[in-house]
């Protein structure tokens, strides 16, 4: 089991709520994974010709330097935020380069993200505890995913939790478990896919980087996990303008969706979605099996 | 405490102040009857669920899991959706659900009424055993999954796999099926039938033609009907 949500406001008083919204969700979420917690925001973008990475390291001091560091080797860079045990750093530089150089120079850091908007934060430990140390509430933006951890698959830390990022903006979360995920790690590792874990969303996460590497749309690569995993799933995959849903054929894995003129929400159970404003007047249903689903212009070029 | 004066104002619940526990513990009382609300369940888990008297109770709003689950005598109405398992285990009185309910609906019941007023998601009515249900939308994929006895009536379409290894229990549908499960096939819809559908869709208070709808049943082909088995252990 565990527990995924998403939210994407409609209204710009609801952006300096997304936190708050985000961090109630997983709050009731909880009970369906208590070993780890994460979340995606979309926020604030880097400046044009800039691009912005979330890093990770449990060594909290570890932050002036790297920004440093980054400044000395891309000309500009500045460290736009810490929150406990991940920092998140704007660079005048592309971010293929940006992440690309981090691996190859800095491999005690783990890159959580690497985009113009996206930030992931994540750590091993109960939900309420991750909200109350990386400060969830105060957390203003457009659109944001979060993830309740019960490990089945793989250990439980925090390089293990989700989101796993997938691509420059985009992350997915996932709620079940695939069969043939060390087969496909295989396979993907082949065609130049990182993978840092032995975890099966990882995988997944990296099934959708080749596919739209190799040019596929952001819903034909989720149409391709109909036919290349084997397993259960409901994902949810966030992009820079929203965010998109899939379940497994079979719907082994629950998931209820939302809409008001505020907001879409999605989450792995209504009682999720009723901690938000409005709720009760939402217009909620279920995600049908086997389609995709998806808000804003969630298709990637 | 006395709780059997039927006349008496309606007990009320709010489930963001009160306990679901709390709730279902009253409701526990073998001698209760009478009308009780419940207000802002928000969709939490397990409401109503083990009742044994002649409660009627309204729920206000979306519920979470296996609401009214292996419910006895009293009549539960959810003014909203319900999450996976609503009414499983059924022993008998009834269950209305305004909204659309999520996956097994019904499951395993073996007596009363299950009423959906919108859609029914996938395994609807899993393994019935005599209990009906009458789904005024769609149901999913793999309803009526080895259902052994009752009626599972669909005034909408059915998703794929219809009563996969059926074994007695007897399917209406009015609106298109997807596919028929294995040994699941369409079987004629005689006097008796419609008879049976008439009293389920006025139960249900549906208002529909019993003609528009086809029948479906088992083939009896599969393993366990064939006699020749019967002694193999």
């Known amino acids: 089991m565990c527990g995924i949500a998403g939210i994407y406001t409609k209204t710009e008083a609801l952006r300096s709520q997304l936190g708050d919204c985000l961090a109630r969700m997983l709050g009731e979420l909880s009970s369906r994974g208590p070993d780890s917690a994460g979340a995606a925001f979309y926020r604030d973008p880097a400046p044009e010709g800039w691009c912005k990475v979330s890093l990770y390291s449990p060594q909290v001091d570890a932050w002036p330097w790297i920004a440093d560091a980054l400044g000395a080797r891309f000309e500009q860079a500045r460290l736009a935020g810490v929150r406990a045990t991940h920092a998140i750093v704007d660079v005048a530089a592309e971010a293929e380069e940006v992440s690309a150089w981090l691996l190859e120079a800095h491999p005690e850091l783990t890159l959580m993200s690497a985009g113009r908007t996206i930030e992931i934060y994540k750590q091993a430990g109960l939900p309420s505890q991750f909200v109350r140390d990386f400060d969830l509430a105060g957390i203003e933006g457009s659109h944001a995913l979060g993830h309740t951890r019960m490990a089945t698959e793989s250990r439980v830390t925090t390089e293990h939790s989700h989101p796993f990022s997938t691509g420059l903006d985009l992350c997915l979360v996932h709620n079940g478990s695939l069969s043939n995920h060390n087969r496909l790690r295989r396979t993907l590792t082949r065609e130049g896919i990182r993978i840092q874990t032995d975890n099966d969303t990882e995988v997944a996460a990296g099934y959708l980087t080749w596919r739209m590497r190799e040019g596929a749309s952001l819903e034909q690569a989720l149409e391709g996990c109909l036919e290349d995993l084997d397993g259960f799933y409901t994902f949810a995959v966030g992009t820079a303008e929203g965010f998109a849903v899939l379940r497994d054929p079979i719907a082994c894995k629950p998931a209820v969706m939302a809409e008001t003129d505020e907001w879409v929400a999605m989450a792995s159970e209504y009682r999720a979605i009723a901690v938000l404003p409005g709720a009760e007047d939402a217009v909620t249903w279920e995600p049908e099996p086997g389609r995709v689903y998806s808000w804003g212009t969630a298709v990637v070029a | ?233």
């Open chain 2, 1 to 233: 405490m006395s709780a059997s004066q039927t006349a008496a104002p309606p007990l009320h619940f709010d489930l963001r102040t009160d306990t679901v526990r709390a709730l279902n513990s009253r409701l526990h009382d073998p001698d209760g009857a009478g009308r009780v609300q419940v207000s802002n369940p928000d969709g939490r888990h397990a409401i109503a669920v083990g009742i044994d008297a002649p409660y009627e109770v309204e729920i206000d709003g979306h519920v979470g899991y296996y609401c009214a689950g292996m419910n006895k005598q009293a009549t539960v109405r959810v003014h909203g959706n319900c999450g996976v398992g609503v009414a499983e285990n059924m022993m008998s009185g009834r269950v209305i659900v305004e909204g659309s309910a999520s996956q097994a609906a019904g499951a395993t019941a073996r007596g009363g009424l299950l009423v959906v007023g919108g859609d029914a998601s996938a395994r609807c009515g899993i393994s019935l055993k005599g209990a009906n249900i009458v789904v005024r939308g769609s149901v999913g994929h793999m309803s009526a999954f080895m259902a052994q006895r009752g009626c599972l009536v669909v005034c909408g379409d059915a998703g794929e796999a219809l009563g996969d290894s059926l074994y007695e229990a007897r399917l209406y549908v009015r609106g298109e099926v997807a596919s028929l499960g294995a040994d699941c096939i369409a079987k004629e819809m005689r006097d008796e039938h419609l008879e049976q559908l008439r009293a389920l869709l006025e139960a249900a208070e549906v208002d529909a033609d019993p003609a528009d709808f086809r029948r479906y049943g088992s083939a009896r082909q599969l393993y366990n009907f064939k006699i020749d088995n019967v002694g193999v252990y």
